[in-house]
Structure formats: structure tokens, C-alpha cells
């Protein structure tokens, strides 16, 4: 049980330029989250998804989008970066959001600079 | 906007100390806490949770209570250890909406 999973760990990109981050889940989890953490802000939530198909945006999801193709992937895209999404980003799921088994089980974060 | 305040935000203690770290928030109308712990360059892992209707949880040589009339909890650590060096976050997962609400945390070091 690899539990929840981030591609890739650190990445460096200069503005304009495009990524997509990968969260991959194997414990058969309905919701997915990104979280974004920056210094003194703790962690806000960009975008989530409440199962395979959907999305919905968080409290910070300008300059992303998400797609939720399979149920144990959820991407998140930034199509052309700025030096304000420098950031470490945090993929989380649950197996429901309340009720019992709603503990969100977090990703290792990917670190990204934006130059 | 529900606002999660942690105090203090840096606590260095000498190992076998017990200690307690604070966490108040401003909306009582919350389904459950959780505590979190954050290693150095790693995810967050669950410690307790808590729902809205209990008072307290323990793990181990830890205990999670919850006073929703006073919008605050506080995690208890016992004989303290190195290894409980960490940064704890405290988060709370309200009535309405998707996202967890998180504190900013406090950093704990725990010194041989």
C-alpha cells in the first residue's frame, strides 16, 4: 500500500512556462485534494474533487486547473506559471469527507520554484 | 471565514518534559479537529481526530481535547522525545464547505 503518491518531487520552472503535477491514491478514495503551503500562511486548498468526473475549486484556485480522470488520479495543472505559485503543493484523499473514515491522508508535497 | 490560531508558534523543551500546544478557533459550528504532524520536508500525517461531539482522543502518550464553546483545543504530549521534533498543525473540517482549515502550526524541538 503505497498509500498517497506525488509526481514529481521538486521541479523548477521559469514564468510562462507549463506543468502538471500527478497524485495517485491506492486506497480506492472518493474525495482527492491539492493543498498549496507557503511560509506563514499554512495550507489553503486550491481545488478538490468529491469522486472520478468531478472537480470543484477550493480558496485559492486561480492560475490552476484539475482533471479527474480515474479514480485514483487527480492532476493538477498550472498552464503558465508565475513566480506567486512558488510554492510546496499537497495532494491529499479520504475515503468520505464526514462520517467515520474522513482522515485525510496526505502526499510526500512537491516543491515548486518558479523563476 | 473560520480563522485557526496556533500558539505559540516555537517550543523548544528539554526531552521528558510534558507539554501542551494550543490551538483556538473563531466558529464553533465544526464536525471534527485534527491534529497533524509535519516533518521537515515531508507530508502531514494524521495523529487524532476529533469529532464535534467528543471531548478528547489519546494515542499513545498523546491527548487531543476539544472545547467547542471556547473554540479551542489543545494537544497533550507526555514525557516528551526527540523524536517528537516536529511541527504539529492543528485543523478543522467545518459544517459546511470541503476544505480543512488549518492553523499554522507550531514548531516543536525536543532536546536531548
Known amino acids: 500500500n503505497a498509500g498517497v503518491t506525488q509526481t514529481p518531487k521538486f521541479r523548477v520552472l521559469k514564468t510562462g512556462q507549463s506543468m502538471t503535477l500527478l497524485c495517485a491514491q491506492d486506497?480506492?478514495?472518493?474525495?482527492m485534494y491539492w493543498y498549496r503551503q507557503d511560509p506563514g500562511m499554512g495550507l489553503r486548498l486550491i481545488h478538490y474533487?468529491?469522486?472520478?468526473?468531478?472537480?470543484a475549486k477550493g480558496e485559492v484556485p486561480d492560475g490552476y486547473n484539475v482533471s479527474r480522470l480515474k479514480k485514483q488520479n487527480f492532476l493538477l495543472g498550472l498552464e503558465s506559471a508565475a513566480p506567486s505559485q512558488t510554492s510546496v503543493y499537497f495532494c491529499?484523499?479520504?475515503?468520505?469527507?464526514?462520517?467515520?473514515?474522513?482522515?485525510?491522508?496526505f502526499g510526500p508535497g512537491t516543491r515548486l520554484l518558479v523563476l | 471565514k473560520q480563522e485557526v490560531t496556533q500558539i505559540p508558534a516555537a517550543l523548544s523543551v528539554p526531552e521528558g518534559e510534558n507539554l501542551v500546544l494550543n490551538c483556538s478557533f473563531t466558529?464553533?459550528?465544526?464536525?471534527?479537529l485534527q491534529w497533524f504532524r509535519q516533518d521537515p520536508g515531508k507530508g502531514l500525517t494524521s495523529l487524532l481526530l476529533?469529532?464535534?461531539?467528543?471531548r478528547e482522543q489519546t494515542s499513545g502518550r498523546l491527548n487531543a481535547s476539544l472545547d467547542k464553546s471556547s473554540g479551542r483545543s489543545t494537544l497533550y504530549i507526555a514525557a516528551s522525545q526527540p523524536g517528537d521534533s516536529a511541527t504539529y498543525l492543528c485543523?478543522?473540517?467545518?459544517?459546511?464547505?470541503?476544505?480543512?482549515?488549518f492553523g499554522k502550526g507550531t514548531s516543536l524541538l525536543v532536546t536531548p
Open positions: 491529499a484523499s479520504s475515503y468520505r469527507l464526514r462520517g467515520t473514515q474522513e482522515t485525510q491522508y
Open positions: 486506497m480506492n478514495h472518493e474525495y
Open positions: 474533487s468529491v469522486g472520478e468526473g468531478t472537480t
Open positions: 466558529d464553533s459550528a465544526i464536525y471534527n
Open positions: 476529533i469529532q464535534s461531539s467528543q
Open positions: 485543523a478543522l473540517n467545518s459544517n459546511s464547505g470541503y476544505a480543512l482549515n
